[in-house]
């Protein structure tokens, strides 16, 4: 006899409303988790044979929310070596998009690495035509933002924003005035490693020029300033909440 056919349906598990136990364990293998995936260095994958400093999981994610959110322009700051625009470009292609029909990925990181110049320019990985626009500087830069929004004005569409540079809170707080303003209405935006928070009592974020207190400058503390400032973004639990991220509390919603 065949087996039943496999569904992916969750009716037969409990509510996690109904069990607030069970999410307090799931958030503790989360910690526990990212603990150990810091220091295995899980997070070094490859996507199509390029580097990309993600979790297997938030890629998945990452892939589930880009399809929901169908975006003509996906913006990326923290290029590092190409690895998440590419990702990104292959996601759109394998959407349907073809660079002739406009939109694609914006990346931009305040250092350009050798291995990003290659993917992107120099021999270009073939997806790399969906990246539209490399940019090199300062993320929060007005000349920076001014550049991306004459690409994205001349051919307008639905944005998306994915901000994984610096995890300074101040930065990430100033990034998500200005990159806020970018996504459209019913857009996402997503602030990757709010996890970063707590890393920081640990040996794998000890306190450096960069990070010198990331217990309490982080991308999570940008993140609740921001959103109890604001009432036109609110966090999807959705995409994330149920597994283990780097970002699971952190994927927000434009009103609109
Ligand atoms: C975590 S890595 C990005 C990983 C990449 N998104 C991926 O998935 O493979 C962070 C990057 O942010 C860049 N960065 C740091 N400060 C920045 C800033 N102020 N503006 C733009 N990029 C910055 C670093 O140079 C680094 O390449």
Same mark, same amino acid.
């Given at each position: 006899? $065949?087996?039943?056919?496999?569904?992916?349906?969750?009716?037969?598990?409990?509510?996690?409303?109904?069990?607030?136990?069970?999410?307090?364990? =799931?958030?503790?293998?989360?910690?526990?988790? $990212? &603990?150990?995936?810091?220091?295995?260095?899980?997070? #070094?994958?490859?996507?199509?044979? !390029?580097?990309?400093? *993600?979790?297997?999981?938030?890629?998945?994610? $990452?892939?589930?929310? =880009?399809?929901? +959110?169908?975006?003509?322009?996906?913006? #990326?700051?923290?290029? %590092? /070596?190409?690895?998440?625009?590419?990702?990104?470009?292959?996601?759109?292609?394998?959407?349907?998009?073809?660079?002739?029909?406009?939109?694609?990925?914006?990346?931009?990181?305040?250092?350009?690495?050798? #291995? +990003?110049?290659? $993917?992107? *320019?120099?021999?270009?990985? &073939?997806?790399?035509?969906?990246?539209?626009?490399?940019? !090199?500087?300062?993320? %929060? @830069?007005?000349?920076?933002?001014?550049?991306? &929004?004459?690409?994205?004005?001349?051919?307008?569409?639905?944005?998306? =924003?994915?901000?994984?540079?610096?995890?300074?809170?101040?930065?990430?707080?100033?990034?998500?005035?200005?990159?806020?303003?970018?996504?459209?209405?019913?857009?996402?935006?997503? !602030? @990757?490693?709010?996890?970063?928070?707590?890393?920081?009592?640990?040996?794998?974020?000890?306190?450096? #020029? %960069?990070?010198?207190?990331?217990?309490?400058?982080?991308?999570?503390?940008?993140?609740?300033?921001?959103?109890?400032?604001?009432?036109? /973004?609110?966090? !999807?639990?959705?995409?994330?909440?149920?597994?283990?991220?780097?970002?699971?509390?952190?994927?927000?919603?434009?009103?609109?």
């Amino acid at each position: 006899m $065949l087996p039943s056919p496999v569904t992916n349906s969750t009716d037969w598990r409990t509510p996690p409303e109904a069990r607030p136990d069970l999410n307090f364990v =799931v958030r503790d293998l989360q910690r526990t988790f $990212l &603990r150990v995936a810091d220091n295995l260095r899980w997070y #070094e994958q490859t996507w199509l044979g !390029v580097p990309i400093w *993600q979790l297997p999981e938030d890629l998945v994610a $990452l892939q589930r929310i =880009v399809f929901d +959110a169908d975006p003509k322009w996906i913006v #990326e700051t923290g290029t %590092k /070596f190409g690895g998440s625009a590419i990702f990104f470009a292959s996601l759109l292609a394998m959407m349907g998009r073809t660079p002739g029909q406009g939109g694609g990925v914006i990346t931009v990181d305040i250092h350009e690495t050798a #291995e +990003a110049r290659e $993917l992107l *320019q120099d021999q270009p990985h &073939r997806f790399a035509p969906l990246v539209r626009q490399r940019l !090199v500087g300062d993320a %929060k @830069a007005p000349w920076m933002l001014a550049a991306m &929004r004459a690409t994205i004005a001349a051919d307008p569409g639905p944005v998306l =924003v994915f901000l994984d540079d610096w995890h300074d809170g101040d930065h990430v707080y100033a990034e998500l005035q200005v990159y806020s303003k970018l996504v459209t209405p019913g857009g996402i935006l997503i !602030v @990757a490693d709010t996890t970063f928070e707590d890393l920081a009592d640990t040996p794998v974020v000890v306190p450096s #020029e %960069k990070y010198p207190d990331a217990k309490r400058s982080n991308p999570r503390v940008a993140l609740k300033r921001f959103l109890a400032e604001r009432n036109d /973004f609110a966090v !999807v639990p959705d995409y994330t909440s149920k597994g283990i991220s780097n970002f699971p509390d952190s994927v927000l919603r434009k009103a609109g």
